[in-house]
């Protein structure tokens, strides 16, 4: 699943989705993940750590829904940076806080985390000579399955924009075109 379909699952559609999610609450907890693009010209890989203290409350999530739905990104982007830090997401030396996060089952012995941070982790392609402007691309957005067991993979998008519509109720456009692929996403054992 990508992370335009996962977050807008996630965002949109989830309020019945997630009824179960409060029977299992296992945050904190945190992950560790490689990942890796690849262009025509060149690739990069790196890894990060996501900590996630809690994952969003009911109310918080109905209020993003909501900002999302009647002013789109800029209103989204705005209620995001106001909504309390969930976690953070470590690249080398690097935190940005998440203010975004979410759980729920996926088949019997699966789960799918997603989340948001409030600014982006990194430009991919930024540096080429003829690269588009980067104003607007204000968020990252990550999703990954784990298995019971506490292994997984998911996808990244690291510097994007959100708005309303499309099939699935949420598009989201990345500023790369190009999601970072995890690999090798882990749980840590110690939270």
Do not use: C
């Not at 106001?82 to 470590?90: E, F, H, M, Q, R």
């Not at 789960?111 to 080429?128: E, I, L, Q, Y």
């Not at 690269?131 to 784990?146: M, N, Q, R, S």
């Amino acid at each position: 699943m990508s992370v335009r379909a996962l977050i807008a699952s996630l965002i949109v559609a989830v309020p019945v989705a997630l009824a179960g999610q409060s029977s299992k609450n296992t945050a904190p907890e945190s992950f560790r993940a490689n990942g890796q693009i690849t262009g025509a010209a060149a690739g990069a890989a790196t890894e990060m750590v996501f900590h996630i203290d809690k994952y969003t409350p009911d109310a918080d999530h109905d209020a993003l829904v909501k900002a999302l739905k009647d002013g789109g990104n800029a209103a989204f982007l705005d209620a995001l940076r106001k909504a309390p830090k969930v976690g953070t997401l470590t690249i080398g030396k690097r935190s940005i806080d998440i203010r975004w996060a979410r759980t729920r089952p996926e088949g019997s012995d699966h789960r799918r985390v997603a989340f948001v941070t409030d600014k982006p982790a990194f430009f991919a392609g930024a540096g080429a000579v003829d690269a588009k402007p980067t104003a607007g691309y204000d968020l990252a957005a990550v999703e990954f399955t784990i298995d019971s067991v506490g292994l997984g993979s998911g996808t990244m998008a690291p510097a994007a924009k959100v708005k309303a519509g499309g099939p699935t109720g949420v598009e989201v456009d990345d500023y790369s075109g190009k999601r970072i692929t995890l690999t090798t996403v882990t749980r840590n054992l110690k939270k």
